[in-house]
């Protein structure tokens, strides 16, 4: 189900982000892994597929920054339960990666 199905094509809005937090975009990896604690995050499908909302968010800026998952192990003692994630698209990523990725991908795109 798409909640943006009846959005009117060709509107523009005018956003203005503000955050007084370091600008992660503007930090190099290993700024980012030597200052800040590490998070990972697993996005499932619906996560992937809201980043690749965006024109070349995703192939250009989150991509390379994560893992793409195929399987998932389950270990329950010594017995071993195997997934695959088919034709779903699930990412681990570091947070801080991601939060970077996105705001690279809003200043380079669209700032004045």
Known sequence: NNKNAD???????????????QDFGALSKEELIKSFRSWMLGLANHGVDAIK????????????????????????????????TGEQQEFIVDRN????????YIKETHSN
Do not use: M, W
């Open 53 to 84: 909302e965006l024109p070349e968010l995703y192939e250009n800026y989150v991509k390379g920054e994560g893992i793409e998952v195929e399987e998932i192990n389950i270990y329950l003692g010594k017995k071993k339960f195997i997934q695959s």
């Open 7 to 21: 959005v009117t094509p060709g509107v523009e809005y005018d956003v203005t982000l503000i955050d007084g937090r």
């Open 97 to 104: 990666f991601v939060v970077a990725a996105i705001a690279r």
